[in-house]
Each structure stands twice: as structure tokens, then as C-alpha cells.
């Protein structure tokens, strides 16, 4: 009776681990969860705390409910997709390049991750870029818009610039993609909105020296002269708190506008701010680009502080696209209010969703685990492919990507701060769609 017991036992262990072992080789294409579903994970890198928050934590909670959705309703039948968040900021307060090159540096050890929603700066693209290109690696930001990451023309002011595709784009290949349009189209639309509709014919212009900062200031110069305007000077000042002696400078000028390239983070608040108490600019108008329009800046300014404020966005509003209603509604009941850029999180992360989809179905083999060098290499450049080849109707429009990875929607949307709901908020002005 021991005896057969015995047999009986090792008979049973036997069988065991050999489940177990086929158990986790699950289907030879990835690691598996206990249910048997196969890892595949999507990261982003965005300035998620910090000074620089309000900008990109809407963007992160929109990619983080894109995935959740795909996971709830069984998107892609035997896969979970698992959400891997970075934060680029430093010591700063601020996003730094080199925090978001280590980022990238590290989701690429991870053979699991698959693609990257972000980043939000363009600089911090610009050190990301070749290190995500080498890999490969696909990154899809919802908000970089200097021109010069993927352009280098005559006609976009790129040329000569560092020779930058040569060093964003070391392979010759791309792997970088964004769904917002460019400095020289966001920049241009602000000075015809200045000029053209407000009537400002002189304006004053500060950048904060960063890489987005002096692209969408030049691309403003460029199209307010062109306009018919007058620059009266042209300043490129560092992060500080206080602009007192800038903006006396700029006062005696008497400009019609000033027009501030940078964040809110990087200036935009105490620039603002202090003109209020600066004589003769206590009721000047302030413009910038997509980096001002933030709650940050409008909460600290308030509704009714000094001269009217406008920002541009480089993306369509989607509040003003019906078939987008549903995930207004849905992520206002998560996260609450939108961000300039919670719709184009949720757009890049549908986008990975959708490439990785069409690579698997196309019998593309996700890595078998994390540390799957090889097989995340094929799997991995499987998802660029199809992202280069998307055709996707979104909450922020229709995207598809150029021979640059550029989005071909080239909608600019203007705002002004003023009152919303009964606190201060961004007002929709209008929006250009560009040929």
C-alpha cells in the first residue's frame, strides 16, 4: 500500500510540474498572468510633478485611460496591457533632457515595453530621440511641436540647425511620432491671430532659451512681419522669478503685445504676473503658445487680472468634436477637468494600442519576457511599422503620419483666459486647419 501510494504521489508531482512548466510557457510568445494572458506593456514619459504637473499629468491620465478601457473590454483577446509611468522631471521642478534619456534608457531594458506615449517637451525629445531610435523603440508624443525634430527645410527655418535628423535620427529610420502639429504652424497661426484679428501691429517677444521656447518664438517673428507687423525686440531669458528689469525694458517700448515663449513653468506665471505691476503694462496683452495653456497659469492669474491672455494649442479641441463627447464625459468623471493635451494622451495611446494590434494579428511575436533582447527588437520595430501606416479617427481628429512621422492634422486651436464655469479657464476662440 506505501509502495503504491509512493507511485501514486510521484506520479501526481510529475503531472504537476509539467503543467506548471507549459503553464508558463504559456504561448510562447510572452510572459503570462496567472489567467494566461500575455504581457504587453506601454509606457509613458511626461512631466507628471512638480512645477510642470498641469501640463503633463492630463496627458498621462488620458494614456492611462486609454489602456485601462483596452483592458476592460478584452481589446486584444489572450493580451493585458500593463501601464508603465514615468516622470521626466528633475530637480528643477521642471522636465529635464537627461531625466527623460535615463527613462528611455531603462523602458528599453525592458524587452515587455513596446512603445512610449510622450514625451511633452521638445527638448527633452530631442536627447530621447536617438536613444529610443537605436533601440528601436516607438515614442508618440501628444504635444512636441518643435519643427526642427523632424524637419530640417529651407522653409521650416530648420537648416543647419546641429544637423539635427542626423542626430535624433541615428538609423536613418523613424521611430518617433507625434499627433500635434508643428512650431511653425502654431507659432504662425498666433501672429495671424494677433495681427489679423485683435489688430496688434507691434508686439515684444521673450523665450525662455529652451528648444521649443526659440522655435515658436522664431516661427512667430517670421509670420507676425510677414504680417505686416513690427517686432520691437527680441529677448531670450533663462527660468528666473523676477522680470522686473525686462519688463521695464519692454514698457518703454509701449508694444502692442508681448508675446512669451515657454512654459508657464518657465516663466509664463511671474511674467505675467509682474506685468500687472509694471507701469504701462498693466493692461497689455500677453500670448504664448501651448505651454501657457495650462489650470496652473490660470488659476494663478485669475479671470480678471490685467490686459486679456491667449494661448494656442497645437491640436484640435475636443470638445468641439461630437464623436469625442462620451470620453470627455468619462474622463472628467476620473480625472476632472481636461487638459490641453488629456485628448491626445488618449489618442497616442489608442494609436500604440491599434499598432500593436495589427502587429500581433499579423503574427508578430511579442518578447517571451523581460529580458527577451531579441524578440522585443522584431516585436518592437513589427508596432513602428504599423504606427508609420495608421489610419485613426480620434477624440482629437484624424491622424495619420508623414514621411517624417509628423501628423497630417494640422489644426491650431486659440484660446483666452477668462471666466468658465465660475473660476478662470480657457475660453475656445477659434481653430485653422492648415493644408
Same mark, same amino acid.
Given at each position: 500500500m506505501a509502495k503504491r501510494y509512493s507511485r501514486f504521489f510521484a506520479l501526481a508531482m510529475g503531472l504537476t510540474l509539467l503543467l506548471g512548466l507549459l503553464s508558463a510557457c504559456g504561448t510562447g510568445t510572452g510572459t503570462t498572468t496567472t489567467g494566461g494572458d500575455v504581457i504587453i506593456k506601454i509606457a509613458s514619459d511626461l512631466p507628471v510633478t512638480g512645477a510642470a504637473a498641469s501640463a503633463g499629468k492630463p496627458a498621462e491620465n488620458g494614456a492611462h485611460m486609454a489602456i485601462d478601457e483596452a483592458n476592460a473590454s478584452n481589446f486584444l483577446p489572450g493580451y493585458k496591457f500593463e501601464?508603465?509611468?514615468?516622470?521626466d522631471v528633475g530637480a528643477s521642478s521642471n522636465a529635464e533632457p537627461a531625466v527623460g534619456a535615463a527613462n528611455i534608457a531603462a523602458l528599453i531594458d525592458d524587452a515587455e515595453v513596446v512603445g512610449v506615449v510622450g514625451p511633452f517637451n521638445s527638448a527633452v525629445a530631442k536627447a530621447e530621440m536617438p536613444i529610443a531610435n537605436k533601440a528601436p523603440l516607438a515614442l508618440i508624443s501628444p504635444s512636441n511641436t518643435n519643427t526642427c525634430l523632424t524637419q530640417n527645410t529651407?522653409? /521650416? %527655418?530648420c537648416t543647419g540647425i546641429n544637423d539635427w535628423i542626423t542626430s535624433v535620427r541615428p538609423s536613418g529610420k523613424v521611430t518617433y511620432f507625434r499627433i500635434a502639429t508643428t512650431d511653425n504652424h502654431q507659432g504662425g497661426v498666433g501672429a495671424d491671430y494677433s495681427y489679423k484679428t485683435l489688430g496688434?501691429?507691434?508686439a515684444f517677444v521673450v523665450d525662455d532659451t529652451t528648444v521649443y521656447g526659440v522655435g515658436i518664438a522664431n516661427a512667430f517673428i517670421k509670420q507676425f512681419e510677414a504680417d505686416g507687423g513690427k517686432v520691437l525686440g527680441h529677448d531670450s531669458i533663462k527660468a528666473t522669478?523676477?522680470?522686473t528689469q525686462e519688463l521695464t525694458k519692454v514698457a518703454s517700448l509701449k508694444p502692442g503685445l508681448i508675446y512669451f515663449a515657454g512654459l508657464d513653468s /518657465? %516663466?509664463?506665471?511671474?511674467m505675467r504676473k509682474q506685468m500687472?505691476?509694471?507701469p504701462g503694462l498693466e493692461k497689455t496683452p500677453f500670448m504664448g503658445g501651448d505651454g501657457l495653456q495650462t489650470s496652473a497659469l490660470a488659476d494663478a492669474i485669475g479671470a480678471t487680472s490685467g490686459g486679456p491672455v491667449y494661448s494656442t494649442v497645437a491640436a484640435v479641441d475636443a470638445t468641439k468634436i461630437a464623436s469625442a463627447a462620451k470620453f470627455i464625459t468619462d474622463y472628467k468623471a476620473k480625472y476632472g477637468d481636461l487638459g490641453a493635451y488629456s485628448a491626445s494622451g488618449y489618442d497616442c495611446a489608442k494609436i500604440l494600442l491599434s499598432a500593436i494590434k495589427a502587429a500581433v494579428q499579423g503574427n508578430a511575436k511579442p518578447a517571451k519576457n523581460s529580458s527577451d533582447a531579441d524578440g522585443a527588437i522584431a516585436f518592437r520595430?513589427?508596432?513602428?511599422?504599423?504606427?508609420?501606416?495608421?489610419?485613426?479617427?480620434?477624440?482629437?481628429?484624424h491622424h495619420s503620419f508623414d514621411q517624417n512621422g509628423d501628423t497630417t492634422n494640422k489644426t491650431v486651436t486659440v484660446y483666452q483666459l477668462g471666466d468658465v464655469a465660475g473660476k478662470a479657464g480657457w475660453n475656445y476662440a477659434t481653430s485653422v486647419t492648415l493644408p
Open positions: 501601464f508603465v509611468p514615468k516622470d529651407e522653409d /521650416t %527655418g496688434y501691429k507691434t522669478t523676477d522680470y /518657465t %516663466g509664463g506665471i511671474p500687472v505691476g509694471t520595430q513589427a508596432v513602428i511599422d504599423q504606427i508609420a501606416k495608421i489610419d485613426y479617427n480620434g477624440n482629437t481628429g
